[in-house]
Structures are given as C-alpha cells and as structure tokens.
C-alpha cells in the first residue's frame, strides 16, 4: 500500500474562478494505494470561491446542509486514513456546482432548496455555468475516472462508494432514519451494509431517504454503473456525524464493514460461478 495526497494544480483558466492561493477542486487520498476500494465524497466542503463572495448568502446559509454534507467530507477522510484506501473529495460547496447533477439538471447550480434562495446562482450566464464546470466539476470527476482505471489495471475493479449525509428535517419533515443505503442495479454492497447497519442497530433505509434509482445520482451512474463496478450510495443523518466524536463511531462501524467488502465479494463471486 502506498499513502499521501494529491490535489489539483490550477491551470491559467482556473485562475479565473481561483486564486493561486485557494485549494484545486478536488484532493486526493491515499492516491497510489493498491486495496480494491474507492471512497468519494461529492459535497465534502462549504467552501466558495473567492472570486464568488459569499452569492448573496448569510452565513448560516453558506453553513447549512444546502452548501454541505455536514460531516461526509471528515468521515470520508477518517476511513481513508483507517482503512488506507484511496479517496477523492471536492473541494468546494455544491451550491457553486454540485457535482452530483448532469450538468442539465436544475440542482447542477441550485437557485432555492429548503426556504433558501441562492442569489448567486439566479440567472447564471451560460459561460458562468461553463466556467464553473470546467474549472470544478470536470476535474473532479477525471480525478475519479483516472482512480478507477488505476485501479482497475491492478486488479477487477474497485467496490465503488460514495459518501453523503442528509439532513434530519427536510422541508418541515422530520426523517426517522439514520442510515441510508442507496442502490439501483447493482446489489452486492448494499446487502453488506443493509446487514452491517442494521446489526449495528441503526434505522437503515433502504433506499431511503433518497433512492439510488433516481436521475440525481450522477457520480454513480457516470462513473461505476455503467462500467459494472459493485457501487453503493452511504447517507448518514447529519446530527450522528457533526462533531468529532459522531464522525469517530460512524467512522469504527464503516471501516469493519468496508473492510470486510473484499472477501466478502470473492466469496459470492465463488458461489457464482461454482
């Protein structure tokens, strides 16, 4: 196994949306490490640009569930420590570019979401939109694409998962669950961690409190579905994972379960072809 980190270096078009002194788009983990898993985190930080300002929001906006995932970026970077597998993270809000949507989607640059408008994002020039894109979102997801290839040159592929957290109360509604477990066409780790979650003694949803087989699952779809990789959708209810403390016991329940992902998998590709 190999450590470190990579991040991405600003090209002369990036400096347009950044400065020589912010963070690339996306970071990578772990990024020559050998272990047949790839962690991602699409909504890892509330970070703006600085050429952006704060688009119009107050501060409890630019902190709320809208701009992250509260707690998916520090549990996904503690199970690549744990774990020592490779992860990739972006770096900025999703309300600059949310790098979850196809680019035609609405919520690609969301306007309102939960009672909060986003002047920034009210009428965008299609180059806003593009340069956007270029700068953020695309080198987030070739980061992926070159992990998974990488990956897939060592061995059969990695189990693909991607890291999320939701908000208890959405709209005036409160969830009830804790867990989700997310899943469309594939289903070998979603029983792993509908099994792992439940047994631990959580609320699991299953395909709840979104589904997997929804449009708005574009990493997934983009990046592992297509290509048959075992993939799985994790949302974990933000208020388990908003302090350290949270993010270290979720973070102990997922690194048995991923751990265990590997054999887990020969063995019923075993029974498969027996």
Known sequence: MSGGLSTD?????????LSADEPGPFKTLNPLDEQPILLVCDHASRR????LGDMGLDPFARRCHLAVDIGAGALTESLAASLGVTAVLAQYSRLVMDCNRELLDPGAFLEFGDGVVVPGNRNLHQSDKDLRAEVLYWPYHKAI????????????GPAFIAIHSFTPVMNGESRPWQMGVLWDTDTRLKEIFLEGFSAAGY?????EPYSGKAPQDFTIDHHA????????GIEIRQDLIDDAAGVAEVAALMHQIIASIPKRIEVNQQRDTA
């Not at 992990?147 to 059969?156: A, C, D, E, S, Y």
């Not at 609320?203 to 395909?207: A, K, P, R, S």
């Open 48 to 51: 703006f640009p600085k050429s």
């Open 9 to 17: 270096k600003h090209s002369s078009n990036s400096r347009r949306l």
């Open 145 to 156: 694409d070159q992990q998974v290839q990488r990956l897939r040159n060592i061995g059969p």
């Open 203 to 207: 609320h699991v949803g299953d395909n």
């Open 225 to 232: 579905e297509a290509i048959g990789l075992p993939h799985v």
